[in-house]
């Protein structure tokens, strides 16, 4: 069973690069049909979807944070990382980690990290 764990920085100063990291447990990074997200879940703007990293290393970003935003894996470490450049209080938010397969017999969200508060101040 595949685990997720998020981890980085709970607070972040105003126009600083936020990074934060995704360990995967119980599968590798690189199997098919496997695609790592990162979401995030604030009051003020709900559920968010941030951007993917496929089974090929091909990423996908939310148009509107697509300037701002990277992410990238580290196969070695069986890790995904996403960098949110330029934070401002706005981007405070629980931020998940999730797995999403596009199989048949694995479709959806199979698999999500506990989530990590971050907050955004000076």
């Known amino acids: 069973q595949v685990q997720l764990q998020e981890s980085g920085p709970g607070l972040v100063k105003p126009l600083q690069t936020l990074s934060l990291t995704c360990t995967i447990s119980?599968?590798?990074?690189?199997?098919?049909?496997?695609?790592w997200t990162w979401i995030r879940q604030s009051p003020g703007k709900g559920v968010e979807w941030m951007g993917t990293?496929?089974?090929?290393?091909?990423?996908f970003y939310r148009p509107s944070l697509k300037s701002r935003t990277s992410i990238s894996w580290d196969t070695s470490r069986n890790q995904f990382t996403l960098q949110l450049r330029s934070v401002t209080p706005e981007d405070a938010a629980v931020y998940y980690c999730?797995?999403?397969?596009?199989?048949?017999?694995?479709w959806g969200f199979g698999s999500w990290g506990q989530g990590t508060q971050v907050t955004v101040s000076s």
């Open positions: 999730a797995r999403f397969g596009v199989q048949t017999t694995d």
């Open positions: 119980g599968g590798s990074i690189t199997t098919k049909y496997h695609y």
């Open positions: 990293i496929g089974y090929s290393g091909n990423t």
